[in-house]
């Protein structure tokens, strides 16, 4: 089982590490991990936050562990030299185009949310976002206008092809759940919208057995901090998903608590914390992480088809948590390494 192991900037190599001490604990014989650089380190490097060696090396995976990009060093780059690139053009290159968000509140840590504590329990849910298409990947420019003004402009649009595939791994993932997906747009305004929500309808014929709905996105804002425990499966689109997936974050109390698998048609997946680098407190040893051991956990239920491992790996997060382990993220005082330790004991 070979797996990718890209690091990345800032507080990356950190919540990274632990992630790959509990894979490592896990005892699997067969477990083969490559290490190579991605972002700002690999920019540094090789003057690419891409090197063609990385990308080989994520290809010839099974899996790609990821740490998080982002450099301040680098924010004067022009845009394709940026570290963000590398995640972008690793799920082009790979086809990486459904994103697996789960946001559920873990028993005790019902006061660390936003939400009344009655509120936050409910939440349990599963955002599907696209990541191929929309208006990340459209055309985009700075042009001037007749009269000298500047105007930044960026095209939004979505095959139905592209709709259709996301499309089914929201069903399936429903089919998996409670049986409920809401399907995510602004249809009365954009025309891309529409044609997201007339394909959805179509797929929808496939599986009489899902509890199909549609939301405009502002709504859906609303209601993801007014009733979240509606929600089952939320499928929709890059720039909606972004937003949407980073609120329900902070509806479960942390950012250091969610991870992400970004699949491929296959079974290659890269799986990721939802955090960023976070520069200010890189080296510090303070970063929670969680986020990216759970994402370890989704590498081995989704690519490696190793159930019990996800389960017995989730638990263990779940049972330090309850023994009141927790990173400042949620008011506690225990560091990277020692909540690493912590989970690896459970497990």
């Known amino acids: 089982m070979k797996i ?28 083969e991990l490559t290490y190579a650089d991605v972002g700002g380190a690999a920019y540094h490097r090789t003057g690419h936050p891409l090197p063609v060696e990385t990308l080989e090396i994520a290809r010839s995976s099974d899996a790609i562990l990821f740490g998080a990009v982002g450099d301040p060093t680098c924010d004067n780059l022009e845009r394709h030299l940026r570290p963000e690139q590398a995640i972008l053009g690793l799920r082009k290159e790979l086809g990486l185009f459904a994103n697996l968000r789960p946001a559920k509140v ?13 509120v936050a329990g409910a939440i349990d849910l599963l955002i599907v976002r696209e990541l191929n298409g929309d208006v990340y990947f459209g055309e985009k420019g700075i042009r001037t206008l007749p009269d000298g003004r500047r ?34 747009d602004k249809a009365n305004v954009l025309e891309t919208s529409q044609l997201w929500r007339d394909v959805v309808c179509e797929v929808a014929a496939d599986y009489p057995d899902i509890e199909l709905s549609h939301m405009y996105v502002d709504n859906a804002a609303m209601q993801l901090v007014r009733s979240p425990g509606q929600f089952d499966v ?6 909606f998903g972004d937003i949407l997936s980073d609120q329900a974050s902070m509806c479960v109390g942390s950012i250091g608590l969610l991870a992400s698998a970004s699949l491929s048609e296959g079974t290659l997946g890269l799986y990721e914390p939802i955090h960023g680098s976070a520069p200010d407190i890189a080296g510090q040893g303070v970063a929670n992480p969680m986020a990216t051991v759970l994402s370890a956990a989704m590498l081995l239920r989704h690519s490696l ?31 990277t390494a020692q909540i690493g330790d912590a989970i690896v004991e459970r497990l």
């Open 4 to 31: 990718a192991v890209l690091p990345g900037d800032g507080i990356g190599p950190e919540v990274t590490r632990e992630a790959v001490r509990v894979l490592e604990a896990l005892g699997l014989a067969d477990l």
């Open 106 to 118: 873990f028993k005790g840590l019902e006061d660390a949310s936003a939400l009344r504590p009655e």
């Open 151 to 184: 105007q930044g402009w960026d095209m939004m649009s979505y095959a139905e092809d592209e709709v259709r595939r996301i499309a089914h791994v929201g069903f399936k993932a429903a089919q998996g759940r409670r049986g409920k997906l809401c399907s995510v």
């Open 234 to 239: 939320i499928v929709t689109g890059n720039l």
């Open 305 to 335: 088809g190793l159930e019990a491992q996800a389960a017995r790996v989730e638990a263990a997060v779940a049972k330090t948590l309850a023994d009141g382990v927790r990173g400042a993220d949620l008011g506690g005082s225990h560091g």
